[in-house]
């Protein structure tokens, strides 16, 4: 299946370029999400899932690498050329009262998109606001409601139907659910997959939460300090995880029952995540590494092949025995 989204070897270095002290915040990835699937895009705080998101759609400009949504560069595509395909890309942040106009109402909010594009008027945008407040299960009566007034999944079900307003095609969501209570979470999830599934969306779902992103996503890609270290579809990499930083982060997720949980081994790694500004030699997980060894330093090592769906970049990996 041809991907309706490719990334290939995008970079964001924020930074006077080859400059000591830039902070290479993403630095040479590449991955396709197919029409209709769901990438999750995975690792713990800095190491530049948002800033890939960011740059995907050019909220953040990239340093260099390909952006390609259908046969169009965005990163290279003129002004108004990427104002129309705005409307096919699209982004839920992750705090959606920060992300809301307090002074607008809902009502408001949600038409302002379709103002943008001109898609409806009159009646038609009265009606097409309340469709879209329907869709997402949100009540007509807070059209008139402004954000201060509403719960933090409310708030959030009106920053989905923001993004849904122009009909996008790929929506990229920012750690959607990280800032909402447990039980309101599994209702986005669940909204979330309901909507893909009505609208053929394709998502790119940003988390650090390991069982969100294996409810939601079709293809995982582990993220290290600016550098995607492990890539599989959702099944392989929770079952036979590969890469020493992927074990260490399934090894956190809590087990439902306490028996198993008190048995199985965590994988505590040392040490804090190093400064993006002066990164590791070779592979940047080595200083953290369980496994690491003296040629880990020399170079970033080549992906290795798991299957065909499955690649990681550990030269360990690789070794006979």
Known sequence: MTALLQ???LKVHFGPAGAPGTVKAVDGISFGVERGRTLGLVGESGCGKSTTGYAILQLVKPTAGRVLYGSADLCRTDAATLRRLRRKLQIIFQDAHASLNPRMPIGDLVGEALDIHGLYKGRARAGRIHELLDLVGLAGHLIERYPHELSGGQAQRVAICR????EPELIVCDEPVSALDVSIQAQIVNLLQDLQERLGLTYIFISHDLSVVRHMSDQVAVMYLGKIVEMASKDEIYAAP?????????SAIPVPDPDSEAQRQRIILAGDLPNPANPPSGCRFRTRCPIAIDACAAADPPPHDMSASHWAKCIRLGESG
Not at 163 to 166: E, P, Q, S
Not at 242 to 250: Q, S
Request: hydrophobic share 55%.
């Open 163 to 166: 993004a849904l307003a122009v």
């Open 242 to 250: 590969a890469h020493p930083y992927t074990k260490a982060l399934m």
């Open 7 to 9: 990334v290939d070897d």
